[in-house]
């Protein structure tokens, strides 16, 4: 079956209150759609990084009280999990789907990325699009323009990479939730795959 995109139901699930209930409308409602596009994209993003990418879907399993304010499908080169190594994410808050390359605390290759960020810093305002964001916790809905990012914040970000233990970094688009292209499935995996193929220098350069 073709992927059919996200309709606005699937984001109101995160105006569902108490953790089952909301976890109920998400296992039914949109774990199917992360899981199918975890399937769909996976080879695209194998033959763009030249090696097996692995989708896992979020489960939140670790929750016991507070209801999750996204969930997403990841991507990367380890089978049993993602969050030691960069990776992609499809994911969504109540607000809005975000499609990024993402470097989260876990992983020692921030270290990596910090330090390329800093010597490559005049290619990466040049090879990625205004529209973008940048932001340094992802589990914060917000962020930064790329078209908004001064010297000093790209030397800030680098340096929370080095130096704090919760140092992370995500970098990609932002779809608003009424955002037609959403609903259209074969024009979102489009934008998808676009999008994957503008962030691969990121990915290639944190290693």
Known sequence: M?????TAEDFEVFDIPGLEPRMDALISRVRPKLTELGS???????????????????????????APQDTWVAWGPNKRGYKALPHFQVGMFNSHLFIVFAIIYESENKLVFANALTNHISDIRKKLPGKFFWSTDHLDPRGTPHSDMSNEQFAELSRKLTQVKKGEVTCGLRLDKDDLILKDGEGLLNVIQETFETLLPLYRMSF
């Not at 073709?2 to 996200?6: E, N, Q, S, V």
């Not at 769909?40 to 016991?64: D, I, Q, Y």
């Open 40 to 66: 769909e994209l996976a080879p695209l993003l194998s033959a763009l990084c030249g090696e097996e990418m692995f989708p896992h879907v979020a489960k939140h399993a670790r929750r016991t009280v507070h």
């Open 2 to 6: 073709a992927f059919t995109g996200f």
